[in-house]
């Protein structure tokens, strides 16, 4: 059994081709479960984001899990073959630590993955398939992060992807006070997104969610107006900036219902930034005058600001990643040994409950508790010597040697030459 993980991410695929890996909320604890339950893994847990969707696994089967992946999303191991990635064993663990790090993040050193992480972390406990690996290997994961965090420079002169929808929409409207805004989702995205955008006192503010009572949660603490999804064809047109994020499968804004929105509005400019993987709004709408639509993936340019302040903490957070590998890998293989060891202790415990009854016999003949004592103490070290020193007088003449060495060191021997 290997730890294995592979998957796709911003780097390695463009967003149509993400968007038809991603896994929603509520099909996380049931894909894990499909997922081990099929044989493809011993544990399993799955991060999926806007950025990426990987799996990290416990398995013998590798290509069983890849093709899992494909045959799960209803697509073939060759049409997502070219995007994906994998590493086993030390390579997986460094990827790990590089994710939660932020270091493979398309906002260098973002704090948010780690949080996501943790969430996939607890729906694997939840769908039951976060074995002893996994379990240890997100520990030493999340307290690695927690290193880096502190002790480099990584998360400097961050520009966030909800600071960056900010920085956009400046660019379309000259004060973004003066227009309406509409936050479409409660989820985190949203809530980071609603943060910026209410810091700059827009005119208005409305949250839109499939339930009022989460959309109002939110709109309390902005000072926003709540509906819900249903209304959203009739307020579309009332605001000049949206911002989506939802777990929804499908597009939540058509091209009609955008076209709707432009007539009524008369042609004023509208402002829309799709956080949502997959997308909320469909592709075409980019094709409409008068809209400015933006995906995750048009938002790198401006996130990459900042970025040779934050560069030269990589290297620092680099030396620790690799540090908790070689610490993490060595727990690893001394796992290896664990039968052995647990094989060893049975056969010397089945040797001592032996004597022990031997001597508790004696005991209760009647014979002396000095004589039984030397009795059990002989026997039990000529049992416990009785395997290394057949060893030694059986051993050839090119083992002898190595064979020496082993049991001088076992025992911590110091003979003369």
Wanted: proline share 4%; glycine share 4%.
């Amino acid at each position: 059994m290997q730890l294995f993980a592979f998957g796709i991410n911003h780097q390695t695929a463009p967003l149509a081709v993400r968007e038809q890996i991603a896994f929603n909320v509520d099909a996380m604890e049931p894909a894990l479960r499909d997922l081990v339950g099929h044989g493809a893994a011993k544990e399993a847990t799955i991060l999926s984001t806007c950025n990426r969707t990987e799996v990290y696994c416990s398995t013998h089967e590798p290509d069983q899990a890849i093709n899992w992946l494909a045959a799960y999303h209803k697509l073939s191991a060759e049409q997502i073959a070219p995007y994906i990635y994998t590493m086993q064993q030390d390579e997986a663990v460094k990827h790990a630590f590089r994710v939660a790090s932020g270091l493979d993040s398309m906002v260098l050193g973002e704090p948010q993955i780690l949080g996501q992480m943790k969430q996939a972390v607890r729906y694997a406990e939840q769908a039951g398939t976060l074995g002893f690996l996994l379990h240890k290997l997100f520990q030493r994961t999340f307290s690695v992060a927690k290193d880096v965090r502190t002790q480099t420079e990584i998360g400097a002169n961050l520009i966030s992807m909800a600071a960056a929808a900010v920085k956009l929409s400046e660019r379309i409207f000259p004060s973004i006070a003066e227009q309406r805004v509409l936050f479409v989702g409660a989820g985190e995205m949203i809530e980071l997104n609603a943060v910026h955008f209410a810091a700059k006192s827009p005119r208005h503010i409305t949250v839109a969610n499939r339930t009022l009572e989460r959309a109002q949660v939110l709109a309390r603490r902005i000072n926003g107006h709540a509906i819900t999804l249903t209304e959203l064809p009739e307020q579309l047109a009332q605001h000049d900036i949206i911002v989506t994020c939802t777990a929804s499968t499908l597009p939540i804004m058509g091209k009609g219902m955008v076209e709707r929105a432009l007539k009524a509005r008369k042609h004023r400019p509208l402002f829309i930034v799709d956080l949502a993987v997959p997308r909320d709004v469909e592709a075409e709408v980019a094709e409409l005058n008068d809209v400015f639509l933006y995906t995750v993936d048009d938002l790198s340019e401006v996130v990459r600001d900042g970025l040779d302040a934050r560069q030269g903490a990589v290297k620092e957070a680099e030396v620790i990643i690799d540090s908790g590998v070689n610490e993490f890998m060595h727990w690893m293989e001394s796992r290896g040994v664990v039968p052995t060891i647990r094989a060893l202790r049975d056969n010397v415990e089945r040797q001592r409950r032996s004597e022990m009854e031997k001597a508790l016999r004696l005991l209760a003949k009647g014979e002396p508790v000095e004589k039984v004592l030397e009795s059990l103490s002989s026997a039990l070290v000529n049992k416990f010597l009785h395997a290394p020193t057949q060893a030694l007088n059986q051993a050839q003449a090119e083992e002898r040697e190595a064979l020496l060495e082993t049991i001088h060191r076992l025992y911590h021997l110091n003979t003369p030459e």
